[in-house]
């Protein structure tokens, strides 16, 4: 099972969805989906946008696999 582990890191980093959406010009809608891990497909230009939001370098810090 993959999993993003971004409401975990926003969650850390003090700010909320909203202002990750402000942040990174998606969606509300988009930042929750993410958030609650109910997108069954992660679009990559989203995904750059919140790395590059919340200075993220490694894609294993935002997103986790389990068996």
Known sequence: MIRIRLQE???ERGINQKQLSELTKLRPTTISELCNNIR???NREHLEKVMVAL???NIAEII???E
């Open 55 to 57: 200075e993220i370098k």
């Open 40 to 42: 069954s497909t992660i």
């Open 64 to 66: 986790e696999y389990t």
């Open 9 to 11: 890191i926003i969650d």
